[in-house]
């Protein structure tokens, strides 16, 4: 797709909606946790700041873990299936996806979204939220041990979603949160 839509924004605001319960979830794993989506429908232009600059990379949320920061990435999942996924095309022309860009991250030791945090919601609220090692799934899904599946979305998006079962079989799963 040529146009630099994209992405379809409203899907963020859905995403907003849990943000103080999302960062109750990761300071359980975190001792500090710092929001860095930012709500621009998706179009930098001008000076883009450092937390701009993390947001457009796929980056929600910075925690201070044990080693260091840690960058996290939230998915919400609006019909309770329980998987991970990443796009595959973003309905542009002019970005890589998340299925390029991370993977080149890793080989090339530069920052990407070293969590997932999916939140899993039902009828709007939070029923289950856990977190994935996103080298660990990557490794996984290149090696084909992880069940893969595409989607179409109207927005112009295309994603892979690979199993739950798989993910916590191939110890992708670091943490389940509650």
């Known amino acids: 797709m040529s146009t630099k839509s994209g992405f379809d924004q409203s899907r963020k605001a859905v995403a907003t909606r849990h943000k103080e319960t999302i960062r109750t979830l990761l300071e359980q794993r975190h001792d500090t946790v710092c929001n860095v989506e930012r709500p621009q429908n998706g179009e930098y232009t001008g000076e883009i700041d450092a937390m701009q600059l993390?947001?457009?990379?796929?980056?929600?949320?910075?925690?201070?873990?044990?080693?260091?920061?840690?960058?996290?990435?939230?998915?919400?999942?609006?019909?309770?299936?329980?998987?991970?996924?990443?796009?595959?095309?973003?309905?542009?022309?002019?970005?890589?996806?998340?299925?390029?860009?991370?993977?080149?991250?890793?080989?090339?030791?530069?920052?990407?979204?070293?969590?997932?945090?999916?939140?899993?919601?039902?009828?709007?609220?939070?029923?289950?939220?856990?977190?994935v090692d996103v080298k660990q799934a990557i490794q996984k899904i290149q090696a084909g041990k992880i069940d893969t599946t595409r989607a179409t979305f109207d927005d112009g998006t295309v994603s892979e979603f690979y199993d739950y079962a798989d993910l916590v079989l191939h110890e992708c799963v670091l943490e389940v949160l509650t």
């Open 54 to 131: 993390l947001d457009y990379s796929g980056i929600d949320w910075l925690a201070k873990g044990e080693n260091g920061l840690v960058p996290i990435a939230e998915r919400i999942k609006r019909n309770s299936k329980r998987d991970f996924s990443l796009r595959v095309e973003n309905g542009r022309t002019d970005h890589n996806c998340e299925r390029e860009t991370i993977p080149n991250a890793i080989a090339h030791n530069n920052i990407y979204p070293v969590e997932y945090c999916m939140v899993i919601t039902s009828d709007g609220e939070i029923e289950l939220a856990y977190i």
